[in-house]
């Protein structure tokens, strides 16, 4: 089992419909349980509409728990889910955006940034369920990396996914100074390519070691600015979910000023993001 | 002040030779495998008045000194050969990894700073004389001088030093580049403040002024500034031709730093630096357009500055051993001390530390940069500037052997080829799996005080995980402990032993790896290696005839 409690944050948003979807067919996919967090009062024609709307969706009433609270939203999730002991927050965002609200910070970022559980963020949630096919797993050497890719592996088994592409970034600053030095831009282009081989058989290595042995497995290394080279390549390669290990520390305004790798991926998503935390976190 | 057709002349054929001669010595000291820039400056320290000056002064006069005009005209050059040798320094300084730099990085980045800054501070303020102090009423700007002059690190000596020892991508490559760059950083700024003390500030403004216009001018740069740059870059990229459009972007907003700097009272060349810090930062400059422009200052604009700081200076005359052994002193115990004992406290062994420390302690192009201008502000004598000129020389030709030296000891950054030794190679005729485990598990705690069983409780949980038996009669056991360097033990088997490998072959190689339990990057990148180097069938059965330990690491020497 990959996720043992969901929870959802319910709005009366356009997407909402969608996000319940998804959060159902992943409640039945990992036989999980459900928990909904409804920012704001109960009142009888607010628990009217979102009974119809989980009726419409087709969410049995035994099969979830419903959790009313007033407060700051971002705040009242984050605490709804660690209280509920929930262990993957579902969530809807905006794939970008304005620079003021990155800044600021929205509720979807603030719960990328600062839950305690693992965060599953759709940018373009649909109502039509289908499963996500092309997984991407950003690799770490460290604890929380191995967790996030035996995460990724056994969810990509879930849902019986087409490849699970192992992307590893790796960046050695101040190469180009030794140009400075007279090392031609042929000498550093060869090193670059050495680098990147002995970074490829790593991660096979890795791989191995983890015995991911069930899907069709693809290894990348990318040269470049981390977080940032990682995002674009999902991007560009059409990914469906991209599973990222989580930072070891809450990313706070400092993080957006000066980057932090995370943040790359944060500013704008490059499709359903899973950012998964060690338990300790 | 206009050119003469006869000064125009005179000014293109001084720069030919500037040029030339700096490339050509240059070009000697990389073929001795030193810092070109070493051969540049000793390029104009031979065409100066130390040498050449001195055999010919009738043709160095021509050549160097002929007018005013063509004399403003070189300076001219000269300057803008430092703002664009500042310029491509900035654009490298990598913002994020300074800040983002982990507990050794930082401890090396502070103590390599505070101890030779302070070391150097005490010394020139307390002992002025001593290190000749050109007017004793300066004596706290002198002190700040001399201190700064000793905390900078040159960069590029770095850079080149850690590829030549191929430790470029590695933790020790990592740490000593990061705290390369806050070095800079920090002695950019520290030297602006002197330059303001000593008065060079041209608009008059009051030092506090100068002080609060200046770090506006950086917070701006860094928390705004940056960002904007990092906005337009990908229009510049999009509509502009390449890569002479990026190329000039990022001149004319260095340019423009550096005119700014200079109106606010601070040298220009601190614009430039910070100004390409900003423009370095962005993700969207990309690596090739860094290279190029890398290649466009070091090829053209950073020689003409090099080769010019030997050219109006006698380094013979102004050669005071008192004074250089002094720098020297300073300059070594400051830096070695310093940035070893932030590695140690980091956590680093006491090898790592002495190449860390050894690794930092290559001077260069700033001191020198920071010298000319104290020299033309009046702040020191030019055989202080000869001093700091031949410190920069010896610890950036130092670097190297001494660092190299540290890192050997230091067993943490050898290949796998040169962790065997011959003690734990041998020939096994074991009949299972196990037995031969369990041997080169024998051997390694025998030799290496580790937990025998331990350590092959370890192997085995690995082992029955998923069989390390791989292809080609290759087989790698392996196990990560509480040990603080890699060890590996060799079973050569004859006849090759059952190993449930991937392709059935029987394994007549058996590599046991250990690794420290706190690096799980270096278990792969040593398993990336061992199964790199074993590829081939031919290669493994030419191994499994070694006759003895020593015959095999011959062998494995000359097949890779």
């Not at chain 2, 330059?195 to 009051?206: P, S, V």
């Amino acid at each position: 089992m990959v996720f043992k409690k969901l929870g959802l944050a319910v709005t009366f948003s356009p997407n909402a419909r969608a996000l319940l979807k998804t959060a159902k067919r992943l409640q039945e996919l990992s036989s999980a349980q459900l928990c909904l967090i409804h920012v704001g009062d109960k009142s009888k024609s607010s628990e009217t509409q979102l009974l119809t709307l989980l009726n419409d969706v087709g969410i049995d009433e035994n099969k979830y728990e419903m959790i009313w609270q007033n407060g700051e939203p971002s705040k009242v999730i984050i605490d709804t889910c660690s209280a509920k002991g929930v262990d993957l927050l579902i969530a809807g965002a905006l794939e970008k955006e304005s620079l003021l609200k990155y800044y600021i910070g929205s509720v979807a970022r603030t719960i990328m940034r600062e839950a305690e559980c693992s965060v599953l963020i759709l940018t373009n949630p649909s109502e039509e369920q289908k499963p996500f096919q092309k997984f991407f797993a950003l690799v770490e050497y460290s604890d929380i990396g191995e967790t996030a890719l035996d995460k990724a592996y056994k969810f990509a088994k879930l849902e019986n996914a087409k490849e699970l592409t192992l992307i590893k970034e790796f960046k050695v600053p101040g190469l180009a100074i030794s140009i400075s030095d007279d090392n031609s831009t042929l000498e550093i282009e060869k090193k670059r390519a050495d680098w990147k081989s002995e970074e490829e058989t790593k991660l096979k290595v890795f791989a191995n070691e983890l015995k991911l042995t069930d899907i069709a497995l693809k290894t990348v290394c990318l040269y470049g600015k981390q977080g940032w080279v990682s995002s674009n390549y999902v991007r560009e390669n059409g990914g469906d979910i991209f599973i990222v290990p989580s930072p070891v520390k809450k990313l706070k305004l400092f993080d957006r000023i000066f980057q932090h790798d995370m943040e790359f991926i944060i500013k704008q998503i490059p499709c359903a993001l899973l950012i998964v935390k060690s338990k300790n976190y | 002040m206009n050119l003469s057709p006869y000064d125009i002349t005179i000014f293109f054929l001084s720069l030919a030779v500037l040029l030339f001669f700096a490339r050509a010595v240059g070009e000697v000291s990389r073929y001795l495998k030193q810092p070109l820039v070493i051969g540049e400056i000793i390029a104009g320290i031979i065409l100066g008045p130390t040498i050449f000056g001195s055999l010919f002064p009738d043709q160095f006069n021509s050549l160097f000194n002929s007018s005013q005009a063509v004399l403003v005209a070189l300076q001219g050059m000269i300057v803008l050969g430092v703002v664009m040798l500042l310029l491509v320094s900035g654009i490298e300084i990598d913002l994020l990894l300074i800040i983002r730099q982990g507990k050794t990085a930082s401890l090396v980045s502070i103590m390599g700073v505070i101890a030779p800054f302070s070391i150097g501070f005490a010394i020139a303020y307390f002992f002025p004389e001593r290190l000749g102090i050109s007017d004793i009423n300066m004596r706290l700007v002198f002190a700040l001088f001399v201190g700064t002059a000793l905390s900078i690190t040159a960069l590029p000596v770095v850079a080149r030093t850690l590829m030549d020892l191929n430790i470029f991508k590695t933790e020790i490559g990592l740490v000593i580049i990061a705290s390369a760059m806050f070095n800079d950083l920090f002695g950019w700024i520290i030297f602006s403040i002197i330059l303001g003390m000593i008065g060079q500030n041209t608009h008059g403004q009051e030092f506090g002024t100068l002080v609060i216009l200046l770090f506006s001018f950086v917070l701006f740069m860094f928390l705004v500034g940056r960002k904007i740059i990092n906005f337009i870059l990908p229009y510049i990229d999009k509509f502009t031709t390449k890569p002479g459009g990026i190329l000039n972007f990022v001149i004319v907003l260095g340019f423009i730093g550096a005119a700014f700097t200079e109106y606010i009272g601070v040298h220009a060349i601190f614009g430039a630096f910070i100004l390409g810090i900003a423009i370095g930062d962005s993700e969207h400059l990309k690596e090739e357009t860094r290279e190029v422009i890398q290649q466009f200052a070091t090829n053209i604009f950073a020689p003409i500055f090099f080769v010019s700081i030997g050219l109006h200076i006698n380094f013979i005359q102004n050669f005071d051993i008192g004074i250089v052994l002094l720098f020297l002193i300073l300059a070594f115990a400051g830096k070695v001390i310093g940035c070893g004992l932030g590695a140690y406290w980091g956590g680093m062994t006491k090898e790592e530390s002495f190449a860390v420390g050894f690794g930092m302690n290559s001077r260069g192009a700033m001191e020198i940069v920071l010298g000319t201008l104290a020299l033309q502000a009046g702040l020191i004598q030019e055989k202080v500037f000869v001093a700091l000129v031949i410190m920069a020389l010896v610890t950036s030709i130092s670097s190297a052997p001494l660092m190299n030296y540290f890192v050997i000891k230091s067993r943490r950054y050898l290949t796998f080829i040169d962790l065997i030794k011959p003690e734990n190679v041998f020939i096994t005729s074991a009949a299972t799996k196990s037995e031969v485990i369990k041997e080169l598990c024998n051997r390694i705690s025998a030799y290496h005080k580790l937990s025998n069983e331990k350590l092959l409780s370890e192997v085995m949980a690995r082992e029955e995980l998923i069989s390390t038996g791989l292809e080609k009669h290759l087989a790698i056991p392996h196990a990560k402990v509480n040990i603080p360097n890699p060890l590996i033990a060799v079973a050569i088997h004859k006849d090759g032993i059952e190993f449930d490998s991937l392709d059935g072959l029987p394994a007549k190689l058996i590599v046991l790896l250990v690794t420290p339990k706190n690096n799980p990057e270096l278990q792969l990148k040593l398993l990336a290696e061992i199964s790199k180097a074993f590829n081939n069938v031919d290669k493994i059965n030419k191994l499994a005839e070694s006759s003895h330990a020593t015959d095999f690491i011959l062998n494995l020497k000359q097949l890779s």
